[in-house]
């Protein structure tokens, strides 16, 4: 069974620009969540969807979006980069029953360097 | 409001030694899931273990084992034996089943560092 595919590994980008990360969850995960890792401020979460809808959002700046697809594969876009916005970001895929909060499951993560 | 709290921010211990990683946690849900995960250089979260709330036994797994105490709310992690292997960043999180969602809450973390 595939495990949570996140691509890319690596991205360098500029301040200012935008980017968009991407994530294939494990086959018959309907949920997908994104988080951010930094040395400062931990794991915090970013947003959830499931079935296409976003379930739950953290507290973030507008600058931060997802989606996802009808296939479950998901998307987080970032705009107008700043340098505070480098960090690792980290997708889950689970189940997504709610209520039974299943076991989520990671990728590798997009470590993402704004200069 | 809710939170975990890692105290512990590094360990570091020799090969053999066991080793307990402490999790205290806050939520005011009766129904809620603590999760234990490990996170090697590589940066991926390994998915070790989930509890639900109304499940207070201990487990056992290997070398690792776990203590849950609703009373401290205290969800605890043990590695007998310790190796060089076991050498990562180890995160307790907490759950919520009200609200429909699978969002998770971390702690900060504890880096465990075994020498041989």
């Known amino acids: 069974k595939a495990g949570v595919t996140q691509t890319p590994r690596y991205l360098i980008k500029t301040r200012g620009q935008q980017v968009t990360l991407s994530c294939s969850p494990i086959s018959g995960h309907r949920s997908v969540s994104w988080y951010q890792q930094t040395p400062g401020q931990g794991l915090q979460f970013l947003f959830e969807?499931?079935?296409?809808?976003?379930?739950n959002k953290g507290n973030f700046p507008g600058r931060f979006s997802g989606r996802q697809f009808s296939n479950s594969r998901s998307e987080m876009n970032v705009s107008t980069l700043e340098l505070g916005d480098s960090a690792l970001y980290l997708c889950?895929?689970?189940?997504?029953?709610?209520?039974?909060?299943?076991?989520?499951?990671f990728g590798q993560g997009t470590r993402l360097t704004v200069v | 409001a809710q939170k975990v709290t890692q105290a512990q921010t590094e360990i570091s211990v020799v090969e053999k030694e066991d080793v307990t990683l402490d999790c205290v946690y806050e939520t005011r849900d009766t129904t809620y899931y603590l999760f234990w995960y490990k996170q090697p250089p590589s940066g991926e979260l390994v998915f070790l273990i989930r509890r639900n709330s109304f499940d207070e036994q201990n487990e056992i797994s290997g070398r690792y084992s776990w203590n849950f105490q609703k009373s401290t709310s205290s969800f605890n992690f043990t590695i007998t034996a310790s190796q060089v292997v076991d050498s990562a960043v180890y995160f307790c999180?907490?759950?919520?089943?009200?609200?429909?969602?699978?969002?998770?809450?971390f702690g900060t973390g504890t880096r465990l560092q075994v020498f041989p």
């Open positions: 999180a907490l759950s919520e089943a009200s609200g429909n969602t699978d969002k998770l809450i």
């Open positions: 889950a895929s689970s189940l997504g029953s709610g209520g039974m909060n299943t076991e989520a499951f």
């Open positions: 969807y499931f079935s296409e809808t976003q379930r």
